[in-house]
């Protein structure tokens, strides 16, 4: 008898193990039918979204539909035109600049040379920074040069600046 009953424990214990493989391919199974539940429903909400908008579209004659195509395409070729026209401007803008900014930086450069005539180490120190001017506005093609130079002039300018407002308090 206690062969039949190790028997049948063994038995059970394969039959609960079997059960145990069962559930879990229920539960992925469950898992991938909810899965599959949720794409279907996906997809007919997206047929539904379709139909809506074929049904909008059909109410609307294709002329007009083309004709509204004719008209963004004409707003997109003209803000391609009008954007060329800004870009050409922009360049005049910065070439005009940049004129500008080298009659300017001559001026300074006379007018400091003008003011410094007696002091041999300040005009070879003006005539240093007015090469590195040049050799920054020749080097430069977008606009580096306008903060470089910037950068250069600062110290002469605030010295000039400073000696004028002194000249001018020394008049009064």
């Not at 809506?52 to 997109?76: C, D, K």
């Not at 306008?146 to 001018?168: F, K, T, V, Y």
């Amino acid at each position: 008898m206690s062969c039949t009953i190790e028997k049948a424990l063994a038995d059970a214990k394969a039959l609960v193990e079997r059960l145990r493989d069962h559930d879990d391919a229920a539960e992925s199974l469950i898992e991938q039918t909810t899965a599959l539940n949720k794409r279907v429903e996906a997809m007919k909400q997206y047929q539904e979204e379709i139909q809506e908008l074929n049904e909008v579209a059909r109410h609307r004659p294709r002329s007009t539909l083309v004709m509204g195509i004719q008209q963004e395409n004409r707003q997109i070729r003209e803000l391609q035109q009008e954007n060329k026209e800004l870009r050409t401007s922009l360049e005049e803008h910065q070439s005009a600049l940049e004129l500008i900014m080298s009659k300017y930086r001559e001026q300074m450069f006379r007018l400091l040379m003008a003011s410094k005539k007696d002091d041999p180490g300040i005009i070879l120190k003006l005539k240093e920074q007015h090469s590195k001017i040049d050799m920054v506005h020749r080097n430069s093609s977008e606009g580096f040069f306008l903060d470089a130079s910037r950068h250069i002039l600062e110290a002469p300018q605030h010295g000039l600046e400073r000696r004028h407002l002194e000249g001018n308090q020394n008049v009064h």
